[in-house]
């Protein structure tokens, strides 16, 4: 039988976070999910003789976004007049462009389960969102407080090769956007918009096949499924002896497919021609302006904490994805090398990265599991990374053991106090003090003589026993390993 490989390029549509509208000055954000039609001007419902004037915040986020992709960045480009008649678009045309976008040739390296790979990026330009229709009770309604949105499209090559692949890609550039602030991409408010095209072809052959696009993929897993799906429809059309016809498909999220909407006619006539409204313009000072607000992006964040905190993989996988956690485990982390210099302390390298991975370590098992369950986030922590650092500092030393640093992290939770103001106050100090200590092991010596005996006779398995009765007697305080030492001392000494 023969091999088929899939070839896919994708479309994404992403509405910029601005403080106004593309080409007038309502407000983007306002009225799009309380009350339809509340948030429109004469320009942005397409009223004759209004003019729309360029939002310069948005060409320089899309600017800002083409510079990450490693686009090359239009030096003068203008806008053009697509035509076409939709009750979404009250002016009868989205100005657009097409000529000349503003970022082309670009690329974007997304991590594989199979390794790193590029896809490269054809095209982003800046355009206007349309308007909203919905169909109620047999009736359509349109709401235009979309319409004119500053809306930002960008076309890749075919040079994804699965439902793996395109997933990630577009979990990248969410990232991407939120990193830059460019915009929340959440997919569910439809702040992004993913269409995939996807063909097959013989394995081993160059020529791409005929190709079908699938439109209104609203989450990263249906943009999966889809691929998945599709892939197995078409191998079974090509399998069969037939041909893929070039047509539109949408998803059926209840029945888990792809179902044709249109056959592509003959292709739409957009009769594209300079918008006559806005002048065409140089791009140098955007550009400038782009280059200058400075992050880091996430691919170079993961190189970066791989190299810097020797975390795994997995850990540094869920910092990059959560920035604000990220943020919050650097300032821990800056925190204790403070400390460290301050105290002037002689760490070795192994020990600094014990400290590291400690820090990461209760942020990612407690801290991440104590936030979700209450509904907090490290934007605006209960504890701050000061106080973070310091619990981490008291768990290290072994001021308190690992029982009492469990509730040390959720007084801290519950309360925002200074860690070593809650040692204080609840006792949780570890008690690594031989004659306190000693006092405990006899009692707990004279209590369970059958098990002394156990220990002496050899059953070594005992002393954990032991040890647990302790900590149990100490509420926790006891430091276990000073116990094992006084308990096996006593214990061989009475012999
Ligand atoms: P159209 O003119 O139909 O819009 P484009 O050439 O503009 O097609 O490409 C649209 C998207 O489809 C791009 O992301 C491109 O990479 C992808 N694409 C083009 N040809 C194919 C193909 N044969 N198979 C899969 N994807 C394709
Ligand atoms: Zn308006
Ligand atoms: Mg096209």
């Known amino acids: 039988m023969k091999e088929y490989e899939a070839v896919i390029g994708m479309e994404v549509h992403v509405e910029s976070k601005t403080n106004s509208k593309m080409f007038c000055s309502c407000i ?9 039609n509340i948030n429109i001007c004469p320009i942005c419902t397409g009223h004759p003789g209004t003019l729309p004037v ?20 239009s030096d003068y480009t203008w806008f053009e007049r697509k035509s076409y008649f939709y009750p979404d678009l009250p002016k009868g045309y989205q100005i657009t462009q097409y000529e000349r976008p503003l970022c082309y040739e ?10 790193p790979k590029y896809i490269r990026i054809t095209r982003i330009h800046m355009e206007e969102d349309t308007g909203k229709l919905s169909h109620i009770n047999g009736k359509t309604v349109v709401d235009y407080n979309r319409a004119g949105l500053p809306l930002m499209e960008l076309v890749t090559e075919p040079d994804i090769r699965n439902a793996e692949e395109a997933k990630i890609f577009c979990e990248e550039l969410q990232l991407i956007l939120r990193y830059l602030d460019i915009s929340d991409g959440d997919m569910d ?30 989450s990263f897993r249906v943009v999966e499924q889809a691929i998945e799906y599709e892939i197995i429809r078409q191998t079974e059309v090509i399998s069969q002896g037939g041909e893929v016809v070039q047509e539109t498909r949408g998803w059926d999220d209840s029945k888990s497919i792809t179902f044709s909407q249109r056959k592509k006619e003959n292709a739409h006539d957009y009769r594209y021609f300079v ?82 991975k400690l820090s990461a370590n209760y942020i990612l098992t407690e801290l991440i599991k104590h936030y979700s369950e209450k509904g907090l986030s490290f934007d605006n922590s209960p504890i701050s990374p000061e106080n973070y650092a310091e619990f981490i500092k008291i768990v290290f030393s072994g001021e308190v053991s690992s029982t009492g640093a469990q509730t040390l992290l959720l007084q801290m939770i519950e309360t925002g106090s200074d860690p070593s ?71 061989t000494q009475n012999k």
């Open 28 to 36: 983007n954000g306002k009225g799009l999910e309380d009350q339809p």
């Open 54 to 73: 360029p939002n310069r915040e948005a060409l320089v986020k899309i600017t800002r976004f083409g510079q990450a992709l490693n686009c090359q960045i």
């Open 106 to 115: 670009g690329n974007i390296e997304i991590l594989t389960s199979k390794g």
């Open 189 to 218: 408010k439809g702040q992004m918009r993913c269409e995939v095209n996807i063909s097959l072809r013989e394995k081993g052959t160059e020529a791409f096949g005929t190709k079908v696009e699938i439109k209104n993929l609203n």
């Open 275 to 356: 918008e006559p409204d806005i002048p065409p313009f140089e791009t140098s000072a955007i550009i400038t302006d782009a280059a200058s607000i400075t992050a880091e992006l996430p691919i170079a964040k993961r190189k970066r904490f791989l190299d810097e905190y020797q975390l795994a993989i997995q850990q540094v996988e869920i910092l990059v994805r959560n920035k604000a956690l990220a943020d919050y485990f650097e300032q821990t982390i800056s925190e204790l090398k403070a400390w460290i210099k301050a105290d002037n302390k002689e760490f070795t390298p192994e020990e600094t990265t014990k400290l590291i």
């Open 421 to 491: 103001d809650i040692v204080e106050s609840q006792g949780l100090k570890q008690v690594s003090d031989t004659n306190a200590l000693q006092g405990i092991v006899d009692q707990v010596i004279t209590e369970n003589p059958k098990v002394v005996l156990d220990y002496q006779n050899g059953n070594e398995n005992v002393l954990q026993f032991l040890i647990g009765q302790v900590m149990r007697y100490s509420k926790g305080s006891a430091n276990p390993q000073i116990a094992k030492q006084i308990l096996h001392d006593t214990i």
